[in-house]
Every structure is written in C-alpha cells, then in structure tokens.
T-cell receptor
Framework: GAVVSQHPSWVICKSGTSVKIECRSLDFQATTMFWYRQFPKQSLMLMATSNEGSKATYEQGVEKDKFLINHASLTLSTLTVTSAHPEDSSFYIC????????????FGPGTRLTVT | AQTVTQSQPEMSVQEAETVTLSCTYDTSENNYYLFWYKQPPSRQMILVIRQEAYKQQNATENRFSVNFQKAAKSFSLKISDSQLGDTAMYFCAFMMEGGSEKLVFGKGTKLTVNP
C-alpha cells in the first residue's frame, strides 16, 4: 500500500497564532511532497513542492514567510501557517511521491483549518 | 503553462447507467501523464485512472475507462454501471514527464449518481 496521513484533521486557531500541519508517508519513503490548498467547491491549488533536505519551492503568489514548509525526513513534511488570519481558513492537502516517479502521488486526507 | 479545462461543473446519472466526463488540456509537451482523481464527500483524493501520453491504448480500470485523443488534447472519463458510491467530485489532472513534477488540476465536475 501507499498511505499518507495528515495531522490534525481539523484545527481551529485564533487570529495571530501559528499552526503546524504534519504530513507523513506511513509505508514508503517520499523524496518529494506537495502541499495544496482547496477552498470550498474549488479545485486544488498547489502551494509548494517540498524536497527532503532542501528548501521548498513555492508557487507564484504563495507567501513563503507565511507558509513555512519543512521536509526534515523522507517520511515527514510539515506546513506551518504563521500569524494566521481568517482568510487563511481553508482545506490543506498534502501528497507524497512514491519512489523516483512522482506520477505515483498519494494524497493525505486533508486538514481543515479554521481561523477565528 | 499547462492548463486543464473541465467544462461540466455538474452532472448526474442514474444508477447502473453510463456517464462520460469531459476534459481538455493545453500543452506544448509531447511526453506527459494525465489523471482522473475522485474526491468523495470525505475529501480524500483517490486516483481513478492514469494515462501515459506515449501510450496509444486507452487506459481502463474496471468500470472506468478513458478516451484519450492526443491530437485533440482531450481526455474523457467514462464510468460504466454507475454506482451510488461514484458520487463525488472528479478532477482531471496533467503532469509533465520527469521527476518531481507537479499536478495541474482542472476545476472539477461534481457527479451525482441517483438511485
């Protein structure tokens, strides 16, 4: 199998605070992980590509200082939303590429972030 | 830049019938992959089917099959014998060939299977 988990599944935080979301590949090593954002009834928008041991590559328009990504091991990538505001409320999804062929991407179940 | 277009925001089908979801894409690349993903109400993204552009044969996975027309840049998904569990958002996605390439998604089609 190829299972990807995310934690937490749902988080509520107050405006101005930071929140960390974890993405783990449970039964395979993932050199590359991807972070997406999905607004209600919309498609997935890639935020950044996370490579183990190196800096993440952010998509145009994504604030790298606001969305901190760390890929410290081959099974874990984290997304930290810093100084969260209500407009950051969204559904965040990660995916992990299995092996050397990133066309085999497996998605986590997502994290719903609500900023009050 | 690559773009993926799904022109049907919503579709419905009766249980046991067949439905086809449309997808077109734009790219100047010759080697790439195309995907259909399913996102049920749980919001877990599930890979339905994958097509390599260099393969002329259309991919099939049980009740799911694609009609891949490379020249027309069209990639439709046919669901046969529709089941209630097929109710979901369906996203068409494109990926260039090569390591660590990103997925570009269409806006999705909401499919409802009626009993």
């Amino acid at each position: 199998g190829a299972v990807v988990s995310q934690h937490p599944s749902w988080v509520i935080c107050k405006s101005g605070t930071s929140v960390k979301i974890e993405c783990r590949s449970l039964d395979f090593q993932a050199t590359t992980m991807f972070w997406y954002r999905q607004f209600p009834k919309q498609s997935l928008m890639l935020m950044a590509t996370s490579n183990e041991g190196s800096k993440a590559t952010y998509e145009q328009g994504v604030e790298k200082d606001k969305f901190l990504i760390n890929h410290a091991s081959l099974t874990l990538s984290t997304l930290t939303v810093t100084s969260a505001h209500p407009e950051d409320s969204s559904f965040y999804i990660c995916s992990a590429a299995k092996g050397d062929y990133s066309y085999e991407q497996y998605f986590g179940p997502g994290t719903r972030l609500t900023v009050t | 830049a690559q773009t993926v277009t799904q022109s049907q925001p919503e579709m419905s089908v009766q249980e046991a019938e067949t439905v086809t979801l449309s997808c077109t894409y734009d790219t100047s690349e010759n080697n790439y992959y195309l995907f259909w993903y399913k996102q049920p109400p749980s919001r877990q993204m599930i890979l339905v089917i994958r097509q390599e552009a260099y393969k002329q044969q259309n991919a099939t996975e049980n009740r799911f099959s694609v009609n891949f027309q490379k020249a027309a840049k069209s990639f439709s998904l046919k669901i046969s014998d529709s089941q209630l569990g097929d109710t979901a958002m369906y996203f068409c996605a494109f990926m260039m060939e090569g390591g660590s390439e990103k997925l570009v998604f269409g806006k999705g089609t909401k499919l409802t299977v009626n009993p």
